[in-house]
């Protein structure tokens, strides 16, 4: 079983990826296939639109995975449907995935784990948790245990995150209100 990080931890990856090509497809019954009834499903949107009443009858959690070009705004309404949205970042300079972040949980409000998959190296891991992200698949051959130091390198910022909210400055401010 694969692992990955999460909340700060190593563990199992539960989780099955559903390629969308293959669920779609009609069998020679007429019929698309069912989807496995209480496993934990992550699916791309284009089988979340067309098989969405499917999907829900199902008793598993279930999880949506969005990749660069997709806005997250279409699936605002459904965010509650999903106990984890995972965020695709394939290739190592694509930074569009942070922004994704900041709005699932600062505009949407999201509050399900939000998981960072594709080109993620130990030095993203803490400016992707300050965004919101607080799950990360490692690319192959990253070494998940020296990763997890990575949430450690800075113990300070001066701007103000997803995840804890505070930094260098709002302490400031804090203390100058407390000093009038």
Known sequence: MATLIKGRRIVNDKWQRLDAQRWLQVGEDGLVPDFPDAA???VAPKLWALRRDDLLARRGRLGLRLEPGDDPAQFAADLEHFDLVAVSFPKFGDG???STAKLLRERYGYKGELRAVGQITRDLLYFMEKVGFDAY????????????????DIS????????RGQSLNSRDEELSELRL
């Open 40 to 42: 934990e499903l992550i």
């Open 96 to 98: 569009r995935g942070y």
């Open 137 to 152: 698949e490692l690319r192959e051959g990253e070494d998940r245990a020296e990763a997890l130091a990575a949430f450690e």
């Open 156 to 163: 300070a910022a001066y701007q103000r995150f997803a995840i």
